[in-house]
C-alpha cells in the first residue's frame, strides 16, 4: 500500500522591512549560539550568516527600528564580534 502525500505549498518569503546591521565576526563553531543568546530578547526579522573558507564571517541581522541601537552595541560587546555597520551604510 502507499501512501500519497500532499504538495507542500510554498510559503510566501518573508520581507524583511526593518534596517539592516552587517556585523564582521570570527567564524567558529559557538558563533551562532552566541548570536541566539544576545538577540533572542528583540524581535530580529531575518538573520543571515555567510563564512569564507578563509577570513571572517558576514552577519546580516534586520530589527526594527526601535532596537537597531541597542542590538548594535550588544553585537560590538560580543568578543567574536570584530565591527558592526549600518546596512545603509555598507
Known amino acids: 500500500m502507499s501512501t500519497v502525500l500532499e504538495t507542500p505549498v510554498p510559503r510566501p518569503a518573508r520581507v524583511a522591512t526593518g534596517p539592516t546591521l552587517i556585523a564582521t565576526a570570527v567564524p ?16 530580529v526579522q531575518a538573520l543571515a550568516v555567510r563564512t569564507e573558507s578563509a577570513g571572517p564571517a558576514i552577519v546580516e541581522i534586520t530589527v526594527a ?6 542590538v548594535r552595541a550588544k553585537l560590538l560587546r560580543m568578543v567574536d564580534v570584530l565591527d558592526v555597520v549600518d546596512g545603509a551604510d555598507a
Do not use: I
Request: hydrophobic share 40%; no cysteine.
Open 28 to 43: 567558529g563553531g559557538r558563533l551562532l549560539g552566541r548570536l541566539a543568546a544576545v538577540l533572542s530578547v528583540h524581535p
Open 65 to 70: 527600528e526601535s532596537h537597531r541601537a541597542r
